[in-house]
């Protein structure tokens, strides 16, 4: 399993992160499930093949079960930032496998009170029924989801009867949340460490937006870490993984993050993007540039002559370096 998928697993394991994505993406903004209605399941199912008879294994990501007024419902919250182009059959593999595991639960509980149902042909009694199983897939990516997202996308009819079969089949749709593409008043409805992430995704790559959103944001964070391990994995930038000291520790669980040392190193990234940009004026000619930038204070300038070379070769000029 890849940095990414183990820092989104990471952060979406706490209750209050997973119930606030529910909450948005489910019920409209709505706060229907709360963190402490919420437990933890098994992220492994193991399933018995018809075919073999042999056991298999299904993993998933992050999988809660939510409880309220008596009655259960599972959720869970599949990963996606290199998109399956199977998402629908592996999403009816989990519910499948979920649905019958509520079966045997049930019929064991029916073995051990002698409640079996009549007539004996049937397995479950009719009074007994399962709770529902719900997938979200988080799309991750900056591009939105291409890929399959029913069981009838995936399927090649016979050309002359293809509109009769389709008819007959489920579609199994699957529920894909493109992250990245939210509409502001969405991304408004977040309360949680999660805001932070759909706001940096909704960036994009262009420079100006996260530049903004590197200065202007206040990072209020329960959950500090597990933000610093994301931005981690998603900018390979394993600085901000061993920056502890960016996490000042508040009263109660939780911290906020020293803006002053997220933003150096944000810029630090860019100039070093910005040498490798212009290794063919030399490195130690860029190095002496934002060097006499950085004294001058002018941040703007060192920003601007990162996405601009000719810029770069004028601020040169005007130090007098290469020359």
Request: charged residues 30%; negative net charge.
């Given at each position: 399993?890849?940095?990414k998928d183990l820092a989104e697993k990471n952060l979406l394991q706490y209750k209050d992160v997973f119930s606030d994505i529910v909450n948005v993406n489910l019920f409209g903004g709505r706060?229907?499930?709360?963190?402490?209605?919420?437990?933890?399941?098994?992220?492994?199912?193991?399933?018995?093949?018809?075919?073999?008879?042999?056991?298999?294994?299904?993993?998933?990501?992050?999988?809660?079960?939510?409880?309220?007024?008596?009655?259960?419902?599972?959720?869970?919250?599949?990963?996606?930032?290199?998109?399956?182009?199977?998402?629908?059959?592996?999403?009816?593999?989990?519910?499948?496998?979920?649905?019958?595991?509520?079966?045997?639960?049930?019929?064991?509980?029916?073995?051990?009170?002698?409640?079996?149902?009549n007539p004996m042909t049937k397995e479950l009694n009719d009074s007994q029924k399962l709770s529902p199983v719900i997938t979200l897939v988080l799309n991750y990516s900056q591009n939105e989801?291409?890929?399959?997202?029913?069981?009838?996308?995936?399927?090649?009819?016979?050309?002359?009867?293809?509109?009769?079969?389709?008819?007959?089949?489920?579609?199994?749709?699957?529920?894909?949340?493109?992250?990245?593409?939210?509409?502001?008043?969405?991304?408004?409805?977040?309360?949680?460490?999660?805001?932070?992430?759909?706001?940096?995704?909704?960036?994009?790559?262009?420079?100006?937006?996260?530049?903004?959103?590197?200065?202007?944001?206040?990072?209020?964070?329960?959950?500090?870490?597990?933000?610093?391990?994301?931005?981690?994995?998603?900018?390979?930038?394993?600085?901000?993984?061993?920056?502890?000291?960016?996490?000042?520790?508040?009263?109660?669980?939780?911290?906020?993050?020293?803006?002053?040392?997220?933003?150096?190193?944000?810029?630090?990234?860019?100039?070093?993007?910005?040498?490798?940009?212009?290794?063919?004026?030399?490195?130690?000619?860029?190095?002496?540039?934002?060097?006499?930038?950085?004294?001058?204070?002018?941040?703007?300038?060192?920003?601007?002559?990162?996405?601009?070379?000719?810029?770069?070769?004028?601020?040169?000029?005007?130090?007098?370096?290469?020359?």
């Amino acid at each position: 399993m890849g940095s990414k998928d183990l820092a989104e697993k990471n952060l979406l394991q706490y209750k209050d992160v997973f119930s606030d994505i529910v909450n948005v993406n489910l019920f409209g903004g709505r706060c229907y499930v709360s963190a402490k209605e919420l437990s933890r399941e098994p992220g492994e199912l193991i399933t018995k093949a018809v075919s073999d008879d042999k056991l298999r294994q299904l993993q998933m990501d992050v999988p809660m079960k939510c409880k309220k007024h008596n009655r259960s419902f599972f959720l869970c919250l599949e990963n996606q930032s290199d998109k399956n182009n199977v998402m629908p059959v592996r999403d009816m593999g989990y519910q499948h496998a979920k649905y019958m595991e509520q079966i045997k639960e049930v019929k064991e509980s029916n073995r051990k009170t002698g409640n079996y149902p009549n007539p004996m042909t049937k397995e479950l009694n009719d009074s007994q029924k399962l709770s529902p199983v719900i997938t979200l897939v988080l799309n991750y990516s900056q591009n939105e989801w291409g890929k399959p997202r029913c069981l009838n996308d995936m399927l090649e009819f016979p050309e002359d009867i293809g509109e009769e079969l389709t008819k007959w089949i489920p579609s199994y749709s699957v529920c894909v949340i493109n992250l990245a593409s939210q509409p502001e008043t969405t991304i408004r409805q977040y309360q949680s460490d999660f805001k932070y992430i759909v706001r940096y995704l909704s960036c994009g790559n262009d420079r100006r937006k996260l530049d903004e959103y590197f200065q202007t944001t206040e990072f209020q964070l329960d959950h500090p870490e597990a933000f610093l391990d994301w931005l981690s994995a998603v900018t390979n930038d394993t600085r901000y993984r061993k920056a502890k000291e960016l996490i000042e520790e508040t009263e109660g669980k939780g911290g906020k993050i020293n803006m002053c040392v997220l933003l150096d190193m944000y810029e630090e990234r860019g100039v070093e993007k910005g040498i490798s940009q212009g290794i063919s004026q030399g490195i130690e000619e860029i190095n002496t540039l934002y060097h006499c930038l950085l004294a001058d204070h002018r941040m703007e300038d060192i920003q601007k002559a990162i996405m601009d070379t000719d810029y770069q070769k004028e601020l040169l000029r005007e130090y007098g370096i290469g020359e």
